[in-house]
């Protein structure tokens, strides 16, 4: 996601900048949960810990997206960087109660907030009683982030209508999110039936809404771009994540663990209702691979079999021409409004989209 | 809690301007909710019915305050009953995250959220998924409700400082309730000492905070009244809020379950550390409770003797005059503020301390 053109920073000048904000943001409250005790306190040393080890793909995405499209001299730059780094407290209070809804204690090839807890509880008199500790500090710690991503949004020093326009965008974006979260649970517990099309909406709600669209349309709003132009980056956007996440899923069933950084098949192991798993059922090898899935003592061999199954079957195929398909789109909704967003702004997207060729993590 | 004197507005009238308000703020949600499905619509219409049928204590300690202490002839009144209805919402939205971590599926004698998706759920293959699927609910709705909550104080329209001082007030109330609940689920499971000391501050952190001082505290801000007024309501009204806590726990453990509408023994079978568990732990009865204290399957028969056991070593006794000392305490200081909180705010407070004597539920 380097910018090519025309950007007056570098993206190590925004990531210095986005850690400083984030690091103000989380390093205010960690001192504050001092008065709490030593519990509360280190609930959020480990949290600023894992923010800050963060990739800044959603406030990178913002910044120079606001950057390509701000014309002026002085602007909301400082807002938006604000607005930037709650984007990622946001992002990173949807990965803990994930985290708690899913059972995972593992992320990108760390224990997460939750195996921290976890390991540090050490052996306690009652049965479970670490790990239901430590699950409640994921969601405990997602509840005051969301809280957190909630305050930058309302403190933020602008004119009201633009101030309520952000805060309609954060609103959207969390409906949307937590209605994809659902969908995507309501799949994987069989509550709702694995169609493909409900998997693939489930997908753009519950990714591509809060890392694309709104990174994108803060960005074009406090830029002061046209609503034009924040609907065509948007739309873009969305397709852009939707591929993302269908890769994504690939990832997770055919990549190198030791590279992703996942449990290793544990979408498999989880039972989880991808566009990969839909495209099998509808294939012969279903009876062969139905009984591994979502059988959660699935061990290494089993996993390879079933690998094998859903490459043989024409599912790896048919999700990487689905990946195709909307990378299409993107390029169709770009082009069809090359005259509107100007040149730097496209190319933070397609540059974005070049990182999918390859992707290994 | 009604207003003896002075005010001009009934009790009934408050009420039907702060479910108005709830109405309002629920529906349009339940709402957008339709264009993401029924699981997601069905959620928004329990979560409205439950939010609808509270007692609304805090919004009308809020505005019951606020009417009390507002000297001039328009002011911020419309806002006072939206900040008070989303208090409501913070209010369920906890209830909501502490129902999943305590695995309840039941408040006030009828199904909560979970409890209802769970019935509804009906069988479905993969073990435990209807319970997953119920508390996933639980986990989300309070998500959105705690958002909810923050957009009502962040589009308050009032002047910046104001704005500040209310979105101050908020971010301390999460933090502190947040902290006192993690040290509630440490002390449950283990992980935190049972020391009374300890018991008593989180009481205060997890419920008189956000129960007493952020409607006071909001009441006054929006009057305009003097710091040392509001100051003086807050204090009192956390002496109050931990007395209201520690009947709680006498009512949960000796009270009527056909009346309180808990889950009978809940506290017993959960292991709760209260205060009459630390006060029974320093006596000679305890050797004869600890075995049935924190046992899943505690039987009625057994609930009822540790019940007599917890009356005979004095626990109750204990608790009732901790209960008495923060009212003592409670009339100590609105008596040295008397020449500056107006008759009439302290007669709300004054009116709810009336409602502890011969509380059955």
């Known amino acids: 996601m380097t910018v090519t053109s025309g950007s007056l920073r570098s993206r190590t000048d925004l990531c210095t900048a986005i850690e400083t904000e984030l690091t103000g943001l989380m390093g205010k409250r960690a001192s504050v949960a001092t008065t709490y005790g030593p519990d509360f306190t280190r609930l959020w040393a480990i949290a600023g810990e894992n923010v800050l080890g963060g990739k800044f793909v959603r406030p990178l995405l913002l910044m120079e997206t ?8 002085s602007g909301q730059r400082e807002t938006a960087i604000s607005i930037a780094a709650s984007i990622e407290l946001l992002h990173y209070a949807f990965l803990l109660h994930d985290d708690v809804i899913d059972g995972d204690l593992v992320r990108r090839g ?13 052996e306690i008199p009652r049965p479970d009683g670490a790990l239901h500790w430590a699950q409640t500090g994921g969601i405990l710690m997602g509840d005051m982030l969301l809280a957190a991503t909630h305050q930058s949004f309302a403190r933020v020093d602008l004119p009201h209508e633009l101030r309520l326009r952000l805060l309609d965008l954060l609103e959207h974006t969390i409906n949307e999110t937590v209605a994809g979260e659902q969908l995507d649970v309501g799949l994987g517990d069989g509550i709702v039936a694995p169609e493909l099309e409900t998997i ?6 519950k990714t591509a809404t809060y890392t694309f669209e709104l990174p994108l349309r803060a960005a074009a709003a406090l830029a002061g771009a046209d609503f034009a132009v ?6 873009a956007g969305r397709h852009l994540g939707l591929a993302f996440q269908l890769q994504d899923d690939l990832l997770s069933t055919f990549g190198d663990p030791q590279r992703h950084g996942k449990d290793p098949y544990s979408d498999l192991r989880e039972g989880k209702q991808t566009a990969i798993i839909a495209h099998a059922r509808s294939t012969a090898s279903w009876p062969d691979i139905e009984p591994f899935f979502g059988r959660p003592e699935l061990n290494g061999a089993e996993a390879d079999h079933v690998r094998r199954q859903l490459t043989d079957c024409g599912a790896e195929k048919f999700v990487q021409s689905l990946i195709a398909e909307q990378l299409q789109a993107f390029n169709d909704v770009l082009a069809s409004a090359e005259s509107q967003v100007p040149p730097n702004a496209r190319n933070v997207l397609v540059d974005l989209a070049g990182q999918l060729e390859g992707r290994q993590s």
Chains 1, 2 share one sequence.
């Open 66 to 73: 606001y950057d390509a499209l701000y014309q002026g001299s």
């Open 230 to 235: 924040e609907n065509a980056l948007a739309t």
């Open 200 to 205: 693939l909406m489930m997908c753009g709600y």
């Open 110 to 122: 760390h224990p997460n907030l939750i195996g921290s807890l976890l390991a540090e509880a050490g």
